[in-house]
């Protein structure tokens, strides 16, 4: 089954994975919150009627275990983390319609709601289990209070998770050698009833969920393993003081059980923190239908009647929504998720940021610097795909922002109604030609394409594109040649570039909301172009306008080194005390993805790009058609600086190719080299010249992969 197409009739909810409230925001946990606020704002601008919400995640051990550090309550030191996060986001234009907490009455409610629901529907059941206990503290040791070693990886392990080693969810009681995290004191298993939720019984719906599951490939792929090696049944409960109490009246289906007769350990238990965690997303949104009124949003029509729901979270938290999260709606009678969007992780010099180790760009840090959020937000949401991993450095920051930003959108835009406004005093009397109407009904479409797609990256580069076409355009027509000549075709050729203008503005909103209202007041345009549709980018434009400020600024390279400078101490210190502790446990934070790529990398490896997690089947790589061929003959593309057209023997038949290596080969000495195609690629047009395959090469410098004995021309590789 596919869903329909955005804009759908029924109302979204995107929400983004909850940040545990345990520690300061950096450039790499706003991956994910950037990235649920481009796509959120983005299907408004589709004209799909959106909720984007989400909150703190106040619950579980670490926040437990560090406020027992601090001597605070767990709630004083949650709730102060909470709102730093509230303040954190707007700051970045991150604009939660709701933003909660999951220790709210709502939460709670809810959650508690949620758990009855699951109880009565039997899929709750009670079971004997050995937990972790420290004696001679007399405290038990849940999650975080325990460390041992893992049973699958024999990696150290904290907690619930094997977050150093084979990243696998851990139940209570499977840490070998467990010790106390909080005393050191080597810790007993003491046998404890606790509740399970049957996740096992859910196989069947979840394999057909997972193909109807839509968002990034490593949301479905990851699952289906899970679910091949075979489904525990969870542990939801926890020995733990800080959480949301297990429902007494919760009716489990242990015969035994009868009601008055409460001989078990009930009382005493909170929820798993990823019971109440993502049932904040529900809770959310109600609080927003309170705010608003049923009539503006009503909760319940998409997370109970049929609505599309889109998860947008970083990948270490796959299983989470992908198993347990899809099986506690369903068996509770609410919405399924339509979609996932797992981010891959951002990276500092290819090793993991850690919050811990102040090996990181911090959030407010970047602010103070004096940039503006909008230039972060186009590197995130544009910089590689949503589920690969991203480099951070201040050079491919400085190098997207000067050429894409300011050379590209900020150039064309700056130049046309600086033009149109000294000239005509805003946009001339005339009407879009069809060229410049066509191109940004193309651009719209790119844009529908990529949202359903649910690929960011390609959204924003959908305007860009279009931008680069507007500098195109102008320098072809050059309208400052024709005002005296030609007044009539000045006007047209300006009039266009202010529509492109006005089409730039409502479709990289998005991606950039505060650059672009303020290119919305630019061209004179009333009310906020964040309430805009698509339909929006081919009306004509307002008219009067004054003179324009440029809409971005140049990052000087002096400016780079200087932060470099500032990074790469900050790194080695980092790198110093990693040498001489071992982890401490302030560093763990579940819900956001943060520092569980911490793996030691080798020096060498900084400059190689991140390797993609991501696996792919064999099938996928069966459908490359890679082939044996020879180069016949090469020549430069005319007008391109980096092109050359190839044509290449494959065999079956001589392919023609573009590819880009003009500058870097000797175009004479390639005819009779080996080389390898992909034969299967769609057809290209670049620079009005036809490619028809794709020739394969290593890096910057184009090295051009070859093969090494005698495999006939036309040989497929396997
Ligand atoms: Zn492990």
Redesign the pocket.
């Known amino acids: 089954m596919s869903h329909e197409e955005f804009p759908t009739d029924r109302p979204a909810v995107v929400t983004c994975g909850l940040p545990y409230a345990n520690g300061d925001l950096h450039v790499g946990h706003l991956r994910t919150y950037v990235g649920g606020d481009v796509y959120a704002r983005a299907l408004e601008t589709l004209g799909q009627e959106t909720a984007f919400v989400s909150g703190s995640d106040m619950h579980g051990t670490p926040v437990a275990v560090n406020a027992d550090k601090e001597g605070v309550s767990p709630e004083e030191f949650a709730l102060e983390w909470h709102e730093t996060y509230k303040e954190t986001f707007p700051q970045f234009d991150i604009a939660f319609d709701n933003y909660g907490h999951t220790h709210d009455e709502t939460n709670t409610e809810t959650t508690k709601e949620i758990v009855r629901e699951l109880a009565a529907a039997g899929h709750i059941y009670e079971k004997e289990i050995m937990v972790a206990y420290d004696p001679i503290e007399d405290q038990h040791l849940p999650d975080r209070y325990v460390e041992g070693t893992?049973?699958?990886?024999?990696?150290t392990?904290r907690g619930d998770e094997?977050d150093e080693?084979?990243?696998?969810h851990?139940e209570p009681g499977e840490i070998e050698d467990p010790v106390s995290s909080i005393t050191g004191n080597p810790a007993e298993y003491h046998e404890r009833t606790h509740k399970f939720f049957e996740v096992s019984e859910f196989e069947e719906y979840l394999t057909e969920f997972l193909d109807r599951l839509e968002g990034t490939s490593n949301a479905q792929n990851q699952p289906r393993e899970w679910i091949e090696s075979g489904l525990q049944d969870w542990c939801i409960t926890r020995d733990l003081d800080w959480g949301i109490d297990y429902p007494e009246d919760a009716d489990g289906d242990d015969p035994n059980d009868a009601d008055g007769d409460e001989d078990d350990d009930a009382d005493d238990l909170v929820l798993y923190v990823w019971v109440d965690a993502p049932i904040e997303y529900i809770s959310s949104t109600k609080q927003y239908t309170e705010r608003v009124g049923s009539d503006a949003f009503d909760w319940e029509q998409p997370w109970k009647e049929g609505g599309e729901i889109v998860h947008v979270i970083g990948r270490d938290i796959i299983q989470h929504h992908a198993i347990f999260w899809p099986a506690m709606l369903n068996g509770a009678g609410y919405v399924e998720p339509r979609a996932i969007m797992a981010s891959g992780f951002v990276t500092l010099g290819g090793k993991g940021f850690s919050t811990s180790r102040n090996r990181a760009v911090w959030a407010d840090e970047y602010l103070d610097e004096g940039f503006h959020p909008d230039l972060l937000r186009y590197y995130l949401a544009t910089n590689g795909g949503f589920q690969q991993d991203v480099d951070f450095s201040w050079e491919k920051f400085r190098d997207r922002v000067n050429t894409e930003l300011v050379g590209t959108l900020g150039n064309f835009v700056y130049r046309s109604l600086l033009f149109a406004a000294r000239n005509y005093g805003g946009a001339p009397d005339a009407t879009v030609s069809d060229e410049v109407d066509d191109r940004i009904a193309e651009a719209v479409d790119d844009f529908a394409a990529a949202i359903n797609d649910y690929s960011i990256r390609k959204a924003g580069n959908a305007a860009i594109d279009l931008a680069a076409f507007g500098n195109e355009y102008i320098q072809r027509n050059e309208p400052w040649k024709l005002t005296d000549d030609d007044p009539e075709r000045a006007e047209q050729v300006i009039y266009d570039c202010v529509q492109l203008s006005k089409a730039l503005a409502v479709l990289f909103q998005p991606v950039a909301p505060d650059t672009c209202d303020r290119l919305w007041s630019q061209l004179g345009e009333a009310g906020d172009v964040a309430d805009t549709t698509v339909a929006v980018a081919r009306e004509a434009p307002q008219g009067a306008f004054d003179e324009p400020d440029e809409l971005f600024e140049k990052i000087e390279a002096e400016r780079v080194e200087e932060l470099n400078e500032k990074l790469e101490q900050r790194v080695e210190a980092a790198t110093d005390d990693e040498a001489d502790e071992d982890d401490d446990a302030d560093d763990t934070e579940d819900t956001m993805s943060d520092d569980t790529t911490d793996a030691d990398t080798d020096a060498q490896a900084a400059d190689l790009e991140p390797l993609t997690d991501e696996r792919i089947s064999f099938e996928d790589f069966q459908d490359l058609d890679l082939r044996v061929g020879e180069i016949i003959d090469a020549e430069g593309v005319e007008d391109a600086d980096k092109l050359a057209k190839l044509q290449v023997d494959i065999g079956h038949e001589q392919r023609q190719l573009v590819a880009g290596i003009k500058q870097l080969h000797d175009l004479n000495e390639l005819p009779g080299t080996r080389v390898i195609i992909v034969a299967n690629l769609e057809k290209a047009e670049l620079f009005g010249v036809e490619s028809n395959g794709m020739l394969l090469a290593a890096g910057e410098e184009a090295d051009l992969l070859t093969t090494h004995a005698d495999a006939p021309i036309g040989t497929r590789i396997q």
């Open positions: 893992c049973p699958y990886c024999g990696e392990a094997c080693g084979c990243q696998r851990l």
